[in-house]
């Protein structure tokens, strides 16, 4: 199984350069797994609109483990970005997508000594309060 986003071949896809991107923008905010059955993914990831880019953070709230994002872009339609989770070093690929309001899809592509994995998800926007 190929990954849609392969980091290990070098890959990085086409990506439209200067697609600028503001606070409003629908993935903008914190993302969690909308439904977990194994209970084990506690990762969540914040996206923010930084200079008119998207910047991307993680971070394992069971432990409080911040994870190492690289490789971020957008094509206007997907938002691309590696992780690696510094204890096991795992690395993964990740593409996330809004779809309804508040919701989106989003494929994570990994290697292990079993091969080549990809999973897809549904994942909801984390909603916040404001005072």
């Given at each position: 199984m190929r990954a849609e986003y392969d980091f290990s071949a070098g890959a990085r896809g086409k990506y439209v350069k200067n697609v600028k991107v503001d606070s409003s923008h629908p993935l903008?905010?914190?993302?969690?797994?909308?439904?977990?059955?194994?209970?084990?993914?506690?990762?969540?990831?914040?996206?923010?609109?930084?200079?008119?880019?998207?910047?991307?953070?993680?971070?394992?709230?069971?432990?409080?483990?911040?994870?190492?994002?690289?490789?971020?872009?957008?094509?206007?339609?997907?938002?691309?970005?590696?992780?690696?989770?510094?204890?096991?070093?795992?690395?993964?690929?990740?593409?996330?997508?809004?779809?309804?309001e508040g919701r989106a899809n989003h494929t994570v592509s990994y290697s292990d000594e079993y091969g080549d994995h990809r999973v897809d998800e549904l994942w909801k926007k984390r909603l916040t309060l404001t005072r």
């Open positions: 903008v905010g914190t993302w969690v797994e909308e439904e977990n059955p194994i209970d084990t993914t506690t990762v969540v990831y914040t996206i923010t609109a930084q200079e008119e880019r998207f910047c991307v953070s993680g971070m394992d709230e069971s432990d409080g483990v911040l994870l190492r994002i690289s490789d971020v872009s957008w094509d206007r339609e997907k938002l691309h970005f590696v992780s690696l989770f510094p204890p096991t070093h795992h690395k993964a690929c990740h593409a996330l997508q809004a779809t309804e």
